[in-house]
């Protein structure tokens, strides 16, 4: 089954704040709950369902732990997939902070930089490696995914050199935008464009008060 992008953008979001209700004793919930909690609607939620092919239990809703494992079943792989995040200064160190052991299938086994002193170095758990050293890594240790944290000066060539060596994904979170060749994923998140929107939707509140005053 191959899913729309948005839909597995949701699922996602549908699991993490599930995981969060398992921990705190919840075993069932209802389509609307879910949905408030994702700030969508009902409707919307269902419809996620029917694609997943699941089903609830009308009285009690849906079940918790069986809908993580049918979300589960969809996105992620099977073996789990190794993940690099390259640029190790402060973003790249929250990020691999933050998303080490996260999600079991989902691996960061490695980090990249060109810094000396910060080569041979583990951060988080995880060691860092010289970027010239990106190719005979990527293969030793089957990396699939890349995260760019890197100045962005340097992300056009590094992601080239990462597609090259058989990466297949790559979360940009540097501000230059990436052409990517068919065959290799490409997610951008630019956290200067983010921001400004959240000032323009901001702003317009501000406006809106003003005309009432």
Known sequence: MSLP??????????????????????????????????????VQVRRDMMLMGFSSMQR????????????????????????????VGNLGKAVTGYFRGKRSKLNIVATFDVDTEKVGRVVSGVKCYHIDDIAKIVNKLDISIGILTLPPEYAKNTAELLAV?????????????????????????????????????????????????
């Open 60 to 87: 009690k809703g849906y079940d918790i732990k069986d809908l993580v494992k049918a979300i589960g079943d969809l996105i992620d792989t099977p073996e789990g997939l190794n993940v690099a995040v390259i640029g």
């Open 165 to 213: 060596n058989g990466v297949r994904g790559m979360l940009n979170f540097t501000t230059v935008p990436l052409n990517m060749p068919g065959n290799v994923y490409l997610e951008e998140f630019d956290m200067i464009t983010s921001l400004e929107k959240v000032a323009y939707f901001v702003k317009k509140q501000e406006e809106e008060k003003k005309s009432f005053t």
């Open 5 to 42: 992008e948005k839909t597995v953008a949701r699922l996602s979001a549908y699991r993490r704040i599930l995981l969060d209700c398992l921990s705190k004793g919840q075993t069932h919930i209802f389509s609307h709950e879910l949905a408030n909690l994702n700030h969508i609607t009902a």
